[in-house]
């Protein structure tokens, strides 16, 4: 075996090559269009989307709310004198204002948002207190071998077991 010169490098044999993951093509430079272009777009919005945001949170701001019905309209005439046939037109009967309470959902999407949201609690047991992957795993495997009994049908010899 011939000795090696020092400074010959030696073969790599695994593990991560230089320029060896996936190349940026064409797909990669759309979507990143794509997102430079929205975030362009939406970030001048963002002092006044949470504004808005804070003032559902707070409450306290007038809402008014509206109540039309339907009406038919007839008896009309156009200027030639001819009839207008009826037709039916949504009239205002009733505005309502209030004042609106916070909004818990708003309050909770900005503490989410600002803060983190936390995290949420997984149920990890079955009904009776069993390990749930258990109960999942052995009804799946009961479900394989009664469908495969199914598919030998009679024909299965009885000594094996």
Not at 5 to 31: D, E, F, M, W, Y
Not at 105 to 117: H, P, T
Not at 133 to 142: G, K, P
């Amino acid at each position: 075996m011939a000795a090696r010169s020092p400074k010959a490098k030696p073969k790599k044999h695994g593990g991560a090559r230089a320029n060896s993951g996936p190349k940026a093509g064409l797909v990669r430079a759309v979507i990143s269009d794509v997102n430079a272009a929205c975030i362009a777009t939406i970030t001048p919005w963002l002092p006044g989307l949470l504004g808005n945001l804070k003032k559902l949170a707070d409450g306290g701001y007038e809402r008014e709310t509206r109540k039309f019905e339907r009406q038919v309209v007839e008896g009309l005439f156009d200027d030639e004198g001819q009839p207008i046939p009826p037709r039916i037109e949504l009239v205002l009967i009733e505005v309502k204002s209030e004042t609106a309470d916070a909004d818990r959902a708003a309050n909770q999407y900005l503490i989410d948002r600002l803060l983190g949201r936390p995290t949420e609690r997984k149920e990890l047991t079955g009904a009776d207190g069993s390990d749930l992957l258990a109960d999942t795993f052995n009804s799946a495997i009961e479900r394989i071998y009664s469908a495969a009994a199914k598919v030998k049908g009679d024909a299965a010899d009885p000594d094996v077991h």
